[in-house]
């Protein structure tokens, strides 16, 4: 069976209730028409010209990102620049741009609950609930089976998120225990992490003044960059999404996408050094 995008949205729905999404968002329908056929599904985190030409290549009928193509209203939309030329290259190919963002950071089985599992917390809990649904919400806190050395811990992060540089505000002295985790920017959660005993706030996009608060309240935060701490969740969730493909009885592909790149380069800062793009081990620069 063949779906159309609507039947492909109402699944999706079912996932990650797109009224999860905050009010600031624009989770849901980008570009494409209802009565489209999803031929197959190419997951990125953002919705760039490669990611849409890799749906394309692929045959696929659907490009679902986790970040929005649009997210604020457009006064004009030039078919030569972004995110124009995306809507113009979707339309003529009928590949349909579809987002699932913070209504996916907030729903159970989403990118927050996925960052807890692979991290193999226990007892997870939401970390700021939502008003509209019980057992959701943003970001999520937990336990590890039993204490970790930090630098143990800290290896973890960048092996799992394929970070090899990772910003560490108050690197813990103490066996790591209790963790809080915030795919994308998590700076403004520090507060109702260490209300819920966090030793360890585990995001990205940590900024100068997030550092300064987190130092004087005795948090560790760990920055492994925004980019690093969604996609290795939307690879989970693209496998997750083909198994739930097939309990439709949909025969239709799903393609990760494999090509992405952070878009910030992480450069060494000594003369002469390129960007660092070697695979993670268990240095970790900052400490």
């Known amino acids: 069976m063949r779906p159309t995008l609507k039947d492909l949205l109402h699944l999706l ?67 030569d620049i972004y ?14 741009v579809v987002a699932m963002h913070t209504n996916l950071d907030a729903a159970p089985g989403g990118i927050n ?8 917390l226990t007892d997870v809990e939401v970390l700021e ?42 690197p813990p002295r103490d066996p790591v225990r209790r963790v809080a985790v915030v795919g994308g920017s998590g700076g403004g959660l520090l507060r109702v992490s260490a209300e819920k005993r966090a030793q360890v706030l585990v995001t990205g996009d940590i900024g100068h003044h997030h550092a300064l608060e987190a130092g004087a309240s005795g948090l560790c935060v760990v920055d492994a960059g925004h980019y690093r701490t969604e996609r290795c969740a939307m690879e989970v969730f693209s496998r997750r999404l083909g198994d739930a493909f097939l309990r439709e009885g949909w025969h239709i592909p799903v393609h990760f996408d494999r090509d992405e790149k952070d878009p910030i380069e992480r450069w060494s800062g000594r003369k002469g050094d390129g960007p660092s793009m070697r695979p993670p081990d268990s240095e970790v620069d900052d400490l």
């Open 129 to 170: 609930e939502s008003e509209s649904a019980a057992g959701a919400g943003i970001g999520r806190v937990g336990n590890l089976p039993a204490p970790v050395p930090a630098s143990e811990f800290l290896g973890r992060i960048g092996e799992i998120m394929g970070a090899r540089h990772l910003g560490v505000v108050n």
């Open 13 to 79: 729905d079912r996932m990650a209730p797109f009224r999860l999404a905050e009010t600031w968002d624009n989770s849901g329908l980008q570009v494409g028409s209802a009565s489209w056929e999803a031929r197959g599904v190419h997951v990125a985190l953002d919705p760039g010209i490669r990611a849409l030409k890799g749906a394309v290549e692929s045959g696929c009928g659907v490009l679902l990102t986790h970040h929005p193509l649009l997210f604020r209203p457009l006064a004009r939309v030039e078919t």
């Open 83 to 96: 995110p124009g030329e995306v809507v113009k290259e979707a339309v003529r190919h009928e590949v349909a």
């Open 113 to 120: 609950d996925i960052l807890a599992e692979l991290l193999g």
